[in-house]
């Protein structure tokens, strides 16, 4: 029997490259945050630190889209309802679990997945996503 470890399986996943984070502020803006994702054998990984070899989320870097809550152009308008279903999915699809939207504009709001959750987003977003700085790069 073949023992696998836990950093095998995460040297062979398909890397992403952030983590996001919607949010809201009590000012009348929508963030969706990206922030970079460090890997084992990245300069900038605290092997030292952490021998599990999971991916850690690299909260010193990041990069904000910011929606205003009003927003009037179709852009932002479309950006902001795409989050807000992407938001509110688990409450649709596991109301036993999520009771309540968790959608909230007003300052309440911070939800959290990865980058691959936007891959069909609006054109506001992919618009944002293209002009991050990349791995490769």
């Not at 009590?26 to 990245?42: A, I, Q, S």
């Not at 989050?83 to 709001?109: I, K, Q």
Request: no cysteine; proline share 8%; net charge negative.
């Amino acid at each position: 029997m073949k023992v696998t470890k836990v950093t095998d399986t995460v040297n062979t996943l398909t890397r992403v490259e952030y983590d996001i984070n919607v949010w809201s502020d009590d000012e009348g803006f929508v963030y969706l945050t990206f922030y970079p994702l460090r890997y084992p054998g990245d300069d900038n990984y605290p092997d030292d630190d952490l021998g599990h070899g999971l991916p850690l989320i690299n909260t010193s870097q990041y990069y904000s889209l910011q929606i205003p809550v009003d927003a009037r152009g179709p852009r932002s308008r479309k950006a902001l309802k795409f989050l807000e279903r992407m938001v509110d999915s688990d409450h649709e699809t596991m109301p036993e679990t999520f009771p309540a939207p968790l959608w909230d504009t007003e300052g309440h709001m911070d939800w959290w997945a990865t980058e691959t959750e936007l891959v069909y987003g609006p054109e506001l977003i992919t618009d944002f996503m293209a002009k991050l700085p990349r791995r490769a790069d």
